[in-house]
């Protein structure tokens, strides 16, 4: 069983920027691949960054270049560094585990997630 804890969302001027967290429970952080996803009211809930548990990472076009995924094995921590935050990223961002060590875009392939965290960028 995993579990995952997200915060750092928040309230922030567009051109801002926020760095959230996934906090996991157990000792098999490190062998699964871990995704950040977002979903704003009305829309479907979609990919906004990959990375593997090798650390190999992949992130949607409509963020890249903006935001970073990282992850600290040691700490059981996943991160979403987000810079020059625009209105169209205010949403509910999940974070999810899955079972699979290579990068995984599929919301299937990824079995479990956490209660999300909510950033809202004003204009």
């Known amino acids: 069983q995993v579990q995952l804890v997200e915060s750092g969302g928040g309230l922030v001027q567009a051109g801002g920027s926020l760095r959230l967290s996934c906090a996991a429970s157990?000792?098999?952080?490190?062998?699964?691949?871990m995704g950040w996803y977002r979903q704003a009211p009305g829309k479907l809930r979609e990919l906004v960054a990959a990375?593997?548990?090798?650390?190999?990472?992949r992130y949607s076009d409509s963020v890249k270049g903006r935001f970073t995924i990282s992850r600290d094995n040691a700490k059981n921590t996943l991160y979403l560094q987000m810079n020059s935050l625009k209105p169209e990223d205010t949403a509910m961002y999940f974070c999810?585990?899955?079972?699979?060590?290579?990068?995984?875009?599929?919301?299937?392939?990824?079995?479990?997630w956490g209660q999300g965290t909510q950033v809202t960028v004003s204009s």
């Open positions: 990375i593997s548990a090798g650390g190999s990472t």
């Open positions: 157990g000792s098999i952080f490190s062998i699964r691949a």
């Open positions: 999810a585990s899955s079972y699979r060590q290579t990068v995984v875009v599929v919301p299937l392939e990824y079995d479990y």
